[in-house]
């Protein structure tokens, strides 16, 4: 199957926002391996993206005492770009409102009492 320039487009994406999270929680393992547990891809195409990213000034190839590769910082900003636009509909839901997006509590306050007395 050929690598089709959406495909492509979407592995990077994925592969910004997955070290953009892994660099905003700490949690290390941005090594080819570490992050092949987080990404449905054979490790090949994974150091290709990275490689790519890499080309583009996105992400610093790893030192060989890490083995981890980094953000740069224009890479850490798309990182965050990105991000945000994929993460927002989960980050944006108020205290109080269900999952439901044509339930009441998100456009009236009276409906939050509602909407916990009605489990969704």
Do not use: K
């Not at 990105?82 to 980050?91: I, K, N």
Request: aromatic content about 4%; charged content about 30%.
């Amino acid at each position: 199957m050929p690598d089709d320039g959406g495909d492509r487009i979407a592995r990077q994406d994925e592969m910004l926002e997955l070290l953009y999270w892994l660099e905003g929680e700490r949690l290390g393992g941005a090594t080819l391996n570490g992050m092949s547990r987080f990404l449905d891809a054979p490790l090949e195409t994974i150091s290709l993206t990275l490689q790519r990213l890499a080309e583009r000034g996105d992400v610093v190839a790893p030192e060989e005492a890490t083995g981890e590769y980094r953000l740069t910082e224009t890479g850490r900003r798309e990182a965050a770009r990105r991000f945000a636009e994929e993460f927002a509909p989960l980050l944006s839901q108020g205290h109080g409102e269900c999952n439901d997006p044509d339930c009441d509590c998100h456009t009236n306050p009276a409906g939050t009492a509602e909407c916990r007395r009605h489990a969704h």
